[in-house]
């Protein structure tokens, strides 16, 4: 029995000689990790574990496998991780808005395309005398209708007027004073003069651009407000890290490595601390971040009727048959009325008859299609069904990021930030900038101003998709994103110690394969645990605090004592 307290002892003191080494060789393994993560060279590591009181934040009394360079490079690896991390969580969510924006800009193009297929075809079996002669205007028309709603600021009233002046002379040379030959040119252009004081179509023109500035004033919003869905989640993807944050994500990730702990996890209150303050400012899109996926579903719901898109453009060959008709039936009247205005009807050379109609054939009608794809109505339904399922993302992110990737499973040892402990004991904070202030582990100054111009925007297009005006804040556009640094950079403070100048300048815009969508909610056993009101008082975090010099070196030495008794005695 005396033989093996003398065997057990030897090994105790050894551990403790080795400070949590055991054996020169223990950086051995620190290195080959330092290696296969791409850290920085090899040769920046120690042969053996050595004094770190050049460390600035990886320090401890221990011996350490770290150097001042390599603490530097592990803090530039530190944040690369979380940013990759942030791009890769956003990933199928950025994925899905982006494919369908392309997707509601095919269908646009698509029902536009129909449209002015069916209204030819439509004029063709109507008017077949003037459809040739229509196919210009009614293409104009539509290609302006294009225009507005990917985007231009075209006036929906001026291009339907143009489209009904243009319309006039063609109504009036065929069927309402047919002739031999064409009206002249002259003629043709006081004719279209002449139609808003003679109103041929009635009320056709004003209800007509009332129903696409309507329908597409919406289709338009819906596009803007993806393109903002876009911007949002590529503002959070490169936000830059503050500097309070980078040195809690280094201590957190890798000062573990340097007392040879390569394969160790933060406790689950520890990372959940250390994410909450990091993305504190990101929290503080959640609320704004799910009124925009409420307010989307406002304004889909409201594109029925006359705000249907894919209704009213398939309706306008209907309303424009019908206007014609009118013009048509209303003949003499506006005979009358273009003669006392524009004179008696001066026309072309009867020759040009038969070259103006010779070129009807050469004309390609194309059947209108009664469907291409999905229609809006349905791809809305899905988009809306799936982004739905993205509502919380930013508001449980950080946990998301703990419970998911980066810290340790229920029961089993962690990383505290000093030593591993069988759990965190300190306070878990919330989610937000306001609950940082008792953050044991980050310390959170302000908002960060970009993420406010970001929420500016999404407050702005809220109230859009809910059909507010806001005459003060004026369009999106204006809102302008960034630090305003002129390269470019995002927010943040950035000195040398961080690397900021050097590899990790870049590290923002690197792209991130796209990946399945990774659940925002938390499980409810993990809020249970770590939303609990049962906290340590401050007195027991002070206790905490003092204890934590202790840890693993402090057990040792408990065990090593009644050995060196023994060896006394001895």
């Known amino acids: 029995m005396g033989v093996l307290l003398w065997t057990n002892c030897v090994f105790l003191l050894a551990c403790g000689s080795g400070l949590g080494f055991g054996s020169p060789n223990r950086c051995d393994e620190v290195r080959k990790v330092f290696q296969l993560k791409q850290i920085g060279p090899n040769q920046l590591l120690p042969l053996s574990p050595r004094p770190g009181s050049d460390l600035q934040v990886c320090m401890s009394k221990n011996l350490t496998c770290c150097t001042k360079k390599m603490e530097e490079k592990y803090q530039v690896a530190a944040r690369r991780d979380i940013q990759n991390l942030l791009q890769t969580s956003s990933s199928s969510l950025k994925f899905l808005i982006s494919r369908n924006v392309a997707a509601f800009q095919e269908t646009f193009e698509t029902l536009i395309w129909q449209a002015e297929n069916h209204t030819n075809v439509v004029l063709q079996a109507s008017y077949r005398s003037m459809a040739d002669q229509a196919v210009g205007p009614v293409r104009e028309l539509f290609t302006d209708i294009s225009l507005f709603l990917l985007g231009s600021e075209l006036s929906v009233d001026d291009l339907v007027q143009r489209f009904f002046d243009a319309l006039f002379p063609l109504v009036y040379n065929h069927l309402i004073n047919p002739g031999l030959s064409d009206i002249s040119p002259s003629y043709a252009e006081c004719v279209r003069s002449s139609r808003r004081d003679v109103r041929p179509f009635a009320a056709a023109p004003g209800l007509l651009a009332d129903q696409i500035a309507r329908s597409g004033v919406s289709g338009k919003l819906l596009i803007q407000a993806l393109h903002l869905g876009i911007e949002v989640i590529n503002t959070t993807d490169h936000l830059q890290l ?10 957190m990730h890798y000062c573990p490595h340097c007392q040879g702990l390569t394969q160790s996890k933060p406790c689950m209150g520890y990372c959940l601390n250390v994410m909450r303050g990091c993305l504190a400012s990101m929290a503080e899109i959640d609320s704004h971040w799910r009124e925009f996926v409420h307010s989307l579903e406002g304004l889909s719901a409201r594109m029925q009727g006359p705000q249907d898109l894919e209704q009213v453009l398939l309706g306008v060959h209907t309303l424009l048959h019908d206007a ?3 013009a048509q039936k209303n003949g003499p009247r506006l005979s009358a009325q273009v003669h006392k ?5 001066s026309r072309r050379p009867a020759q040009s008859v038969s070259l103006q109609h010779s070129s ?3 004309i390609p009608l194309k059947a209108a299609l009664s469907g291409s794809g999905d229609s809006l109505v349905v791809r809305r339904r899905d988009f809306l069904n799936s982004l739905r399922l993205y509502r919380t993302f930013y ?14 499973s229920d029961g089993q040892a962690c990383w505290n930030g000093t030593d591993i402990v069988k759990s965190y004991t300190l306070r878990v904070v919330g989610n937000g900038i306001k609950a940082q202030s008792a953050n044991p582990e980050v310390k959170v100054k302000v908002a960060d101003p970009v993420i406010n111009q970001i929420i500016d925007k999404l407050k702005h297009i809220n109230q859009l998709l809910q059909g507010k005006s806001i005459p003060k804040l004026g369009s999106l556009d204006q809102i302008e994103t960034g630090s305003g640094d002129a390269d470019g ?5 950035c000195d040398d110690e961080d690397g900021c100048g050097g590899s990790g300048g870049d590290e923002v815009k690197r792209k991130v394969p796209r990946v399945s969508k990774l ?3 938390v499980t409810s056993d993990q809020k249970r645990r770590h939303h609990n009101h049962h906290y340590p008082r401050a007195e ?10 202790f840890g693993l070196t402090g057990a040792i030495w408990v065990l090593i004592l009644p050995c060196l008794h023994m060896l006394l005695a001895l």
Request: net charge positive.
């Open 341 to 345: 205005l524009c004179g008696t009807p």
């Open 324 to 326: 014609v008709g009118h």
């Open 519 to 521: 659940s925002p909610d």
């Open 395 to 408: 508001g449980g992110l950080a946990d998301q990021l703990c419970v998911s990737e980066l810290a340790s």
């Open 242 to 251: 503050s500097r309070e944050c980078r040195r809690a994500l280094l201590k």
């Open 360 to 362: 009807r054939d050469s």
């Open 489 to 493: 950079r995002y927010s943040g403070d």
């Open 540 to 549: 027991d975090s002070a206790r905490e605090g003092r204890s934590r010099s």
